[in-house]
C-alpha cells in the first residue's frame, strides 16, 4: 500500500451540494485527498457517485460549497481548462475517439494543449501505450480493439497530460469478466507508482489491494469512510452492512 | 385436347374453362384494352408503332393461352412443380406490360417530336444554356465560361480533401477554385450579359460558398453554451425558415441597394439565397452534432481541450459524415430555389426559358418542357455524383 502524505492535500471539497432542477443530488459532501493517495467510492446505483468525482473536473458544477484542486477553487470563472490539465478522468463507456487511431488518440490532447511536437507526442504516446500493453495495436481504430484494450488505451490517454490526479468512473463495469482484470492491472500499477487516485468501482480485491481508504456514498452524501479491511470485515453503518450484503450476492 | 386453349382465340375464355376466375377477368380486360389501343396502330400507324404492337396482340394471345394451359395441367395434377403455372402467369403478363408501355412511350415521343416549335427552341437553346453572353456582341468574353472549370474542380477536389481528414487544405484549395473561376466570370457576372444555365451554376455555387460556413456558424451558434449566441442564432435559423424564399429575395433585392449602392442587384439576390439556405444547413448542422453521444465532448474537455478545439478536433470531424447526405439534399434544393430569383427579373435557366417562351408564343410547352429536364439531368447528376463519392468513401473504410 502507499503511503499517502497527510499534510499535502491536492483535492479539498467542502458541504458541496449539487441540484439538477429540483432534485437534491449532492447534499454536503465533504472530502480531503491527499497526494499519493488511493480513495476507493462505493455506494448503490444512483447515490452521487459519478456526480461527485464529475464535479471535481467541473463535468458537473456544484451550486453550494466549495472545490480546491490542487489549490485553484473550482467556481464560475477560474480557469477550468488548466484544472482539466491536472485531473485525468476515464468513463465507464470509454469514451475514445473513434474517427482517430489508437497513438491519435493519445497525442491529440498533448498536441493541442500543450502544444508539443508531434514527434515527441507521438514517443510520449507509444510509451504510454507500451506502458498499458497494447503498443502494438497503436495504428488501429478503437472500434478494432476489445472492451478491455480499449479501457486501457483509455487510461493511457488520460496519462498523455501527464495529471495529477486520476478520475475513475466504474471503469470496468461495462467489461466483459475476463476483461477486467487486464484493467484492474494497469489501475494496480498507476496506483503502486504514486499517482493520486479516485476510483468509483466495486471491486473489492482493487480496493484492498491498492486503496488507502473506501468511502461509501448513499442519497448525495459520504455516509462512512474507512480503510479498506475495516470496511469490507467490519462495516459501522447499518446501511453499508446492507449494501455489502447486496454486492456479495451479486 | 387442353382446354385452356382456348386462350389462344379469346384471350380469358381458356382461364374461365380451368376456373381461374380472377385471371380470366384479368385476361379479358387486358384483351379489350391492347386491341382497343393496338389495332388503329396496327392498321395506321407509323412502321415501328405496327411492330410494336403486332407483337403485343400475338403475346397478348401466346401468353393468354399458354398461361391457361398451364394452369390446367396444374389443376390435372400433370404438372407436379406448382410454382410453375404462377410463374408462366408472371412471365407473360409482364411481357405484355412492358410491350403496351412501349408502344404508348413511341405513341408520345412521336407527338412531342411533331410539336411545331422544335426548331425555335434549339434556335434559342444557347439563350437558355448562356443568356445574352451568346450575343455576337459578347463574342470576345466568351471564353471566360472556362471559369467555371477551376470553380468546380475547386469544389469537388476541395470537398473531396476536406472529408478525407485534409480539412484545411480542402478548404483553402476549394476556396482557390473558387476565387480564380471567379476571377475570370467576374466581367460576365452581370444580370445584362450572363443568364441561363449558366447565371443558375453561378447563383447556386456562390449561395453554397457563402451558406456553408455560414449554416456551420448559426447550427454550431444554436447550440452553444453564451446565450446572446445560442438566441441569435437560433432567431437567424427560425425567421429564415418561416420566411417564403421568394419573399426573402424581394426584401433583399429592394433593401439591398440602398446600403450597397445600384447595381449590386445580383449580389443581393446571391446573399437573399446563401443566408436563406444557411438557415436550413444551420438546423443539419445541429442535428449533426447533436446525434454525436455527450460522452465525446466529455473526454475532450476533461483532456483539457478547450470547446472550440473539442469541436474542431473531435465533434465535427464526426458529426459531418452524418451531415454529408442533407448537405447534399439541401444543395439540390439550392440549385432548385435559383428559379424563384426569375421573379426578380434575373435571367437564370428559368427567367430565361420564361422570356423565350413569352416572346415566342407558340413554343411554351416544348421551353418548359425542355427547361424541366435540364434541371432533371443537373439534379440527377449531382446526386448520382454524391452517392458515388458516399460509396468510394464507404469502400475505403
Ligand atoms: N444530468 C442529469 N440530470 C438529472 N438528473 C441527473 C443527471 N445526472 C444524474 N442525475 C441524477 O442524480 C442522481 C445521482 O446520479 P449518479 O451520480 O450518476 O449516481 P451513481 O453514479 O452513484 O450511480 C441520480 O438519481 C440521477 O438520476
Ligand atoms: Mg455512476
Known sequence: MTQANSTDPIIIAQDVHKYFGQFHALRGVNMTVQKGEVLVIVGPSGSGKSTFIRTINRLEAHQKGTIIVDGIELKEGSNLDAIRREVGMVFQSFNLFPHLTVLQNVTLAPMQVRKMPKDKANALGMELLERVGISEQAQKFPAQLSGGQQQRVAIARALAMQPKVMLFDEPTSALDPEMVGEVLDVMKTLAKSGMTMLCVTHEMGFAKAVANRVVFFDQGNIVEENTPEGFFNNPQHERTKMFLNQIRHA | ?397
Open chain 2, 1 to 397: 385436347m387442353n382446354i385452356g386453349a382456348l386462350s389462344f382465340v379469346i384471350p380469358g375464355v381458356g382461364q374461365f374453362a380451368v376456373q381461374t376466375l380472377f385471371l380470366g377477368i384479368q385476361y379479358l380486360l387486358a384483351a379489350i384494352t391492347v386491341w382497343l389501343v393496338a389495332l388503329p396502330i396496327l392498321l395506321s400507324g407509323p412502321l415501328e408503332g405496327r411492330i410494336i404492337a403486332l407483337a403485343l396482340l400475338v403475346s397478348l394471345h401466346v401468353g393468354a393461352g399458354i398461361t391457361a394451359i398451364a394452369w390446367k395441367q396444374r389443376a390435372d395434377g400433370l404438372e407436379k412443380n406448382l410454382a410453375k403455372a404462377p410463374r408462366t402467369y408472371r412471365l407473360w403478363s409482364n411481357v405484355i406490360a412492358g410491350l403496351l408501355v412501349l408502344l404508348l412511350v413511341d405513341l408520345f415521343a412521336r407527338w412531342l417530336l411533331s410539336l411545331p416549335s422544335w426548331s425555335a427552341v434549339a434556335s434559342n437553346l444557347t439563350f437558355i444554356l448562356i443568356g445574352k453572353l451568346r450575343a455576337p456582341s459578347n463574342a470576345e468574353d466568351l471564353w471566360r465560361l472556362w471559369g467555371f472549370v477551376p470553380l468546380m474542380i475547386g469544389l469537388v477536389v476541395g470537398w473531396n480533401l476536406f472529408r478525407a481528414k485534409k480539412g484545411l487544405l480542402g478548404l483553402v484549395l476549394g476556396f482557390v477554385g473558387v476565387i480564380i473561376g471567379t476571377v475570370i466570370l467576374w466581367p460576365i457576372i452581370n444580370n445584362q450579359v450572363l443568364g441561363g444555365l449558366a447565371m443558375s451554376v453561378m447563383l447556386a455555387l456562390w449561395g453554397i460558398v457563402l451558406a456553408l460556413p455560414l449554416g456551420m456558424l448559426v447550427g454550431i451558434g444554436r447550440i452553444s453554451e453564451i446565450p446572446v449566441v445560442r438566441i441569435s442564432s437560433t432567431i437567424w435559423i427560425e425567421l429564415f425558415r418561416s420566411i417564403p424564399f421568394v419573399a426573402v429575395i424581394f426584401w433583399f433585392y429592394i433593401c439591398l441597394p440602398y446600403v450597397l449602392g445600384q447595381g449590386t442587384q445580383l449580389y443581393a439576390v446571391v446573399l437573399a439565397l446563401a443566408i436563406f439556405t444557411s438557415s436550413y444547413i444551420g438546423e443539419i448542422v445541429r442535428a449533426g452534432l447533436q446525434s454525436l453521444p455527450k460522452g465525446q465532448t466529455e473526454a475532450s474537455r476533461s483532456l483539457g481541450l478547450s470547446g472550440s478545439q473539442a469541436m474542431i478536433q473531435v465533434v465535427l470531424p464526426q458529426a459531418i459524415q452524418n451531415m454529408i447526405p442533407p448537405l447534399v439534399g439541401q444543395f439540390i434544393s439550392l440549385f432548385k430555389d435559383t428559379s424563384l430569383t426569375s421573379i426578380v427579373s434575373i435571367l437564370e435557366l428559368f427567367g430565361a426559358g420564361r422570356s423565350v417562351a413569352n416572346r415566342l408564343g407558340n413554343a411554351t410547352f416544348e421551353i418548359y418542357l425542355t427547361i424541366a429536364v435540364i434541371y432533371f439531368i443537373v439534379n440527377y447528376s449531382l446526386s448520382r455524383l454524391a452517392a458515388s463519392l458516399e460509396g468510394a468513401k464507404a469502400k475505403e473504410r
